[in-house]
């Protein structure tokens, strides 16, 4: 079974540029969270979709947003990108049984990092 | 306000020793998640715990739900278990973000 699938791994872009990341779950599973970490903030959690709503939504601007599909692939967008924005961007899928409320294992992607410059 | 805290921030052990790493937390909480993450940023679920005791292979994580905290043990530690060592756990009544202690780096000597 392939596991979480982020692409691209590093991308490198310009102030005030946008960018948009992708993450394939593992198949079968409904629940994408995306984290941002920073060596002065560690791992922050921006939003989690189940079944192509968004759940919850961490304390971040308005810049950043994502989307899921019926497929369960998400991805986020980042706006007018700032240099405090280099960071590596982790995504998480989980609950292969469907139900929102069931805490399930979270399985990590390989992360894409984004330096902006 | 929810918080995650561990300790200690980093750690030094030489080969085959036994090593634990803390992790506390403020307030109830449904699930607490141990991470493994190497350099280059992948991280690694090892554990997923709501309450006793879990063990695999070298690796054992135990909780106590009512002194809020929990702990990971490595018995036995080897070079490659060079990493950090993430805390994470998801609060009663979130819907489904993971709040994250610090890390633990933890780097084990031959």
């Known amino acids: 079974k392939a596991g979480v699938t982020q692409t691209p791994r590093y991308l490198i872009k310009t102030r005030g540029q946008q960018v948009t990341l992708s993450c394939s779950p593992i198949?079968?599973?409904?629940?994408v969270s995306w984290y941002q970490q920073t060596p002065g903030q560690g791992l922050q959690f921006l939003f989690e979709y189940f079944s192509e709503t968004q759940r919850n939504k961490g304390n971040f601007p308005g810049r950043f947003s994502g989307r899921q599909f019926s497929n369960s692939r998400s991805e986020m967008n980042v706006s007018t990108l700032e240099l405090g924005d280099s960071a590596l961007y982790l995504c998480?899928?989980?609950?292969?049984?469907?139900?929102?409320?069931?805490?399930?294992?979270?399985?990590f992607g390989q992360g894409t990092r984004l330096t902006v410059v | 306000k929810n918080e995650v805290e561990q300790s200690p921030q980093n750690l030094t052990a030489q080969e085959g020793e036994f090593i634990t790493i803390n992790c506390s937390y403020s307030?109830?909480?449904?699930?607490l998640h141990w991470l493994q993450q190497h350099p280059g940023g992948g991280i690694v679920s090892l554990f997923m715990l709501s309450s006793g005791k879990k063990k695999h292979g070298r690796l054992i994580a135990t909780i106590n739900i009512q002194e809020k905290h929990s702990s990971l043990h490595i018995t036995a530690s080897h070079p490659r278990d060079s990493a950090v060592y993430i805390c994470?756990?998801?609060?009663?009544?979130?819907?489904?973000?993971?709040?994250f202690g610090k890390g633990t780096k933890l780097s084990v000597k031959p």
């Open positions: 994470a756990v998801r609060f009663v009544g979130s819907q489904g973000n993971l709040i």
């Open positions: 998480a899928s989980s609950n292969p049984q469907g139900n929102p409320r069931l805490n399930t294992e979270a399985f």
């Open positions: 198949s079968g599973h409904r629940s």
């Open positions: 307030v109830g909480i449904s699930a």
